[in-house]
């Protein structure tokens, strides 16, 4: 007998919804939200999928699939700010933080979503209320990754001209569990091809930060607690074997051609290079990136037993975070329960 997956999708939308009554958790389980469905006279969609295999394919044709290549993202900010969905912690402004007594550790997030109408919901809410429409593999998928992130080790693209290697560097850190990646001063006036299948997609599950300027982003990195690591080729540049890589890194690489500028040497905490025994004496800058990020990640394993470290709770946010960026259909869903919820304790 074939094997069937039946997902619920229930549509809430005509419920009237009252702002969040206080900052203090509400709780509300799905079987409770589900027990009160069939008396609003609500529909329900199911599909049932022949084998596990194509439940996932057909999985992966509904997941949204954003038009946006690398180049939209980058230039345009709302594009970037448009892929994080749970609540950010605000940048420190200017006499907030102290350069000498920077955050012991840094995590982006806040317990919160905040929909449409102004309601707050937490993590374990939208776990709770998305899971069930996303299939098992897919969670499985989402937890496995969760459990190899880190917000540790950071990285820095300065200046690059070629969304090619930008892109080719998102894949590297999707696939190293480097979460962070910052983007400093792009010129969006020159004309670049679209490299969504160089990235793979991986820039929809990265946070990405933009930046205007170096100093502006070597600033806040400093206070979340980084040290900022420059590759460079000099003498007092620091062989990445030698690094202990446990300790939280931004790890910044160049232009294509002219590298690293100089403000951003100066800037750094330390030069570091890749030993090379060739003839060249330079990596392509993705291929430098991918490198660093891979020396990074052995070596935090090699110290450490693992590279992911988030908390319990920060891997609860994330995952949160990683189920609304799912698809479309997933923001729906949390939106319509959020608006039953009210409802209900209304």
């Given at each position: 007998m074939s094997a069937c997956k039946t997902l619920f999708c229930a549509s809430l939308s005509s419920f009237k919804c009252t702002p969040y009554p206080s900052p203090r958790s509400l709780?509300?389980?799905?079987?409770?939200?589900?027990?009160?469905?069939?008396?609003?006279?609500?529909?329900?969609?199911?599909?049932?999928?022949?084998?596990?295999?194509?439940?996932t394919s057909l999985e992966a044709i509904e997941e949204d699939q954003p038009n946006d290549t690398v180049r939209d993202l980058l230039t345009k900010h709302e594009g970037v700010s448009r892929l994080m969905k749970m609540e950010r912690k605000p940048l420190l402004l200017e006499g907030e933080f102290s350069e000498s007594e920077p955050q012991a550790r840094w995590f982006p997030y806040l317990d919160r979503y905040r929909c449409e109408n102004g309601y707050l919901m937490s993590s374990g809410e939208i776990i709770g209320a998305v899971s069930p429409c996303i299939s098992d593999v897919r969670q499985e998928r989402f937890r496995n990754v969760v459990r190899n992130r880190s917000y540790s080790?950071?990285?820095?693209?300065?200046?690059?001209c070629d969304f090619g290697n930008v892109s080719a560097a998102f894949r590297s850190a999707d696939a190293l569990g480097v979460?962070?990646?910052?983007?400093?001063?792009?010129?969006?006036?020159?004309?670049?091809?679209?490299?969504?299948?160089?990235?793979?997609g991986a820039e929809k599950w990265l946070d990405i930060e933009l930046w205007d300027s170096t100093k502006e982003c070597f600033k806040i990195l400093k206070s979340r607690g980084y040290r900022i690591a420059t590759t460079h080729v000099g003498m007092d540049a620091v062989s990445i074997y030698d690094l202990d890589w446990s300790c939280p890194t931004a790890i910044v690489v160049g232009n294509e051609n002219r590298g690293i500028s100089d403000e951003a040497l100066e800037l750094s905490d330390l030069h570091c290079s890749i030993p090379m025994n060739g003839m060249v004496d330079s990596f392509n800058v993705s291929v430098a990136a991918g490198i660093l990020m891979h020396h990074a990640v052995c070596d935090r394993v090699s110290r450490m037993g693992h590279h992911g470290d988030l908390t319990v709770e920060e891997s609860q946010i994330l995952l949160a975070e990683f189920s609304l960026r799912h698809s479309q259909s997933a923001i729906s869903i949390v939106q319509d329960y959020a608006q039953r919820k009210a409802a209900i304790l209304s």
């Open positions: 709780s509300l389980s799905l079987s409770s939200l589900l027990h009160h469905l069939p008396h609003a006279g609500l529909k329900f969609t199911s599909r049932c999928y022949t084998s596990a295999q194509s439940a080790v950071c990285l820095v693209v300065e200046g690059l979460q962070s990646v910052h983007v400093v001063s792009f010129d969006a006036n020159k004309r670049y091809k679209d490299n969504r299948h160089v990235s793979m």
